[in-house]
């Protein structure tokens, strides 16, 4: 009498043959985690959650390590953030000044060696720029993740590295990021577009904060000047008051404000000058969504058009 329990002479060969098969051996070689469940990939900044989200679709799970409504610039490590880094498999960092922080959370937590993707290592950056600040020529500007050059740039970096990281995957992150960067260069496309039959823009503009000089470089503008000492740090009376003589030397003719950060001194500054002000949005509130960015570069575009356009 046959063991029902043993496999047939049959079943054996087959059972035999699947183990051998290339699927099998890939998932035998597979990480653990690979096995497992979907990749876990930690992320510090709104922007860089809507790059890993349009890049792994639904093949892996973006986790913010700040929870929504906290500002970057003023954010301090957490207990429980700290604690979440521990479930993940990669923290994806802008790694060039914006998210510090990271770096003492990773080596706080339960894995200290935790694969770390710097979104920017082929991004070229910019110096910081604006004498108030002190450190022109001699500290990067972070905000790579304002402009779409950048962005995509970025992305392509995230989905090589998850490739690597997840081999079986690979082919669908570089899909997702090839179609996410054509979304992008739609987006500019059509800002440039708006511009064909524009004059050239040749006026001077100045910023409240140093964070968009890579976004208006894809419109050829240069920023003359930069108000705020650090982001958040309203002037004192002494530096609004040289910021009020350097926008009239310098004739800046527009000011790029602070869509999430409003001060009552930027009125002053427009009173006093009679330079046209447009908010730009910072894309670091609100609720992590994979459309956030596109959403909120298009509206930083056209406001871009609008000023240029009015400026004509």
């Known amino acids: 009498m046959q063991d029902r329990h043993k496999p047939s002479a049959r079943r054996r060969t087959l059972l035999s043959a699947l183990a051998w098969s290339p699927l099998a051996l890939c998932a035998a070689s597979a990480p653990a985690w690979a ?10 900044l709104h922007p860089y959650y809507s790059y890993v989200a349009n890049v792994v679709g639904e093949l892996a799970e973006v986790v913010p390590v700040i929870p929504a409504g906290f500002n970057p610039h003023a954010y301090e490590p957490r207990t429980e953030d700290i604690k979440r880094i521990g479930s993940l498999d990669v923290i994806v960092l802008n790694g060039v000044g914006h998210d510090d922080f990271a770096g003492r959370m990773v080596k706080a937590s339960e894995k200290p060696d935790l694969k770390v993707i710097e979104a ?44 690597k990281l997840d081999p079986s995957n690979a082919p669908a992150y570089t899909n997702n990021a090839r179609a ?14 708006q511009l064909a039959k524009a004059p050239g823009a040749d006026f001077r503009i100045a910023t409240i904060h140093g964070a968009y000089d890579y976004l208006l470089r894809e419109f050829g503008l240069e920023v003359a000047a930069v108000v705020e000492p650090a982001h958040g ?3 004192s009376p002494s530096q609004l008051k040289g910021t009020i003589d350097q926008i009239r030397s310098l004739d800046v003719k527009v000011i790029f404000s602070e869509m999430d950060f409003p001060s009552a001194y930027v009125d002053t500054i427009r009173r006093e000058t009679g330079v046209r002000l447009y908010a ?12 956030k960015f596109e959403k909120e570069i298009a509206r930083n575009l056209a406001t871009v058009v609008r000023a240029i356009q009015e400026s004509a």
Request: net charge positive; hydrophobic share 40%; aromatic share 4%.
């Open 35 to 44: 096995q497992a469940r979907k990749l876990r990939v930690g992320v510090t």
């Open 120 to 163: 920017n290592a082929q991004v070229p950056l910019l110096a910081a720029v604006g004498t108030g600040r002190g450190t022109s020529g001699k500290v990067v500007n972070p905000h790579t993740f304002l402009s779409v050059t950048a962005s995509i740039s970025q992305v392509n970096t995230i989905a090589r590295e998850l490739g």
């Open 180 to 193: 996410y960067a054509q979304k992008l260069r739609k987006l500019r496309a059509d800002a440039l577009g």
């Open 233 to 235: 740090i309203e002037p």
């Open 280 to 291: 730009l949005t910072h894309i670091s509130h609100g609720a992590y969504t994979a459309d």
